[in-house]
């Protein structure tokens, strides 16, 4: 697939920018990228501690959907975590490319419509280069 700027994209690899291909289907939902805690200090200064993470989830989808989207970032129902390039929208305010591990834990379940809750944590994101 053509890689497109505005588009969440994925590459199997660290610092693999030129081979990112759009997902598809893309996340209905991006969570807001955040640290593993914040320090608080006696000066009342406060700094952020840990490794920056999100979540991209997918709703209303059939289990072949699931193990689509699973192949594009290398994982599986049988393979939980895969190291990965990807292009996300930072904190709203524009996309850019970042070396993460993706991680699957399944939480997905039926529901009227289809599977929902289908989730995907990107860990310890860090710019590729």
Excluded: C, H, K
């Amino acid at each position: 697939m053509a890689y497109t700027s505005s588009l969440y994209a994925v590459a199997a690899g660290y610092n693999n920018a030129a081979s990112l291909a759009t997902l598809t289907p893309q996340p209905r939902l991006a969570r807001p990228l955040a640290a593993a805690e914040l320090n608080y200090y006696g000066t009342g200064a406060a700094q952020f501690n840990g490794q920056i993470s999100t979540t991209l989830e997918w709703t209303a989808f059939d289990p072949a959907e699931r193990n689509s989207i699973l192949s594009q970032f290398g994982l599986s129902l049988t393979v939980a975590s895969a190291e990965v390039t990807v292009r996300i929208n930072w904190n709203r305010a524009a996309f850019a490319n970042y070396n993460a591990v993706a991680v699957y834990s399944p939480s997905e379940r039926p529901t009227q419509i289809g599977w929902q809750g289908f989730t995907i944590d990107l860990l310890g994101l860090e710019a590729a280069s």
